[in-house]
């Protein structure tokens, strides 16, 4: 069993940046495929971005590319996702997930059944 805790979340004005955190217990991340997903209230979970086990690989949603950057901590069990540019449309629940599979499927990636493991989720709020 996987557990991810998820951390760095706030309120910032528009134009601001976040970086926020997912730790992963037990194994070391790169022994994982993660991603980050996003809820804003009343809108279903979507994807925002990606990074596979193998080779560590990064794709996003067009809607953050550009702003957004994935990276992992191989040392710990860490991976970030770097939020700069914020806009009042990045506000939502931010969500690290992960899965265990070894296959790069980066369709497949955006979707929420590709994932074994959740995180609680940590709160992200844009004003303008």
């Known amino acids: 069993q996987v557990q991810l805790v998820e951390s760095g979340g706030g309120l910032v004005q528009a134009g601001a940046s976040l970086r926020l955190s997912c730790t992963a217990s037990?194994?070391?991340?790169?022994?994982?495929?993660m991603g980050w997903f996003r809820q804003a209230p009343g809108q279903e979970r979507e994807f925002v971005a990606v990074?596979?086990?193998?080779?560590?690989?990064?794709y996003y949603a067009d809607s953050v590319k550009g702003r957004f950057t994935v990276s992992r901590d191989d040392v710990g069990n860490t991976i970030y996702l770097q939020m700069n540019n914020l806009r009042p449309e990045d506000t939502a629940v931010y969500y690290c997930?992960?899965?265990?599979?070894?296959?790069?499927?980066?369709?497949?990636?955006?979707?929420?059944?590709?994932?074994?493991?959740w995180g609680q989720g940590t709160q992200v709020t844009v004003s303008s």
């Open positions: 037990g194994r070391t991340s790169s022994a994982y495929t």
């Open positions: 990074i596979f086990q193998s080779g560590g690989d990064t």
């Open positions: 997930a992960a899965t265990g599979r070894s296959q790069k499927w980066i369709v497949a990636s955006r979707s929420e059944p590709f994932y074994n493991y």
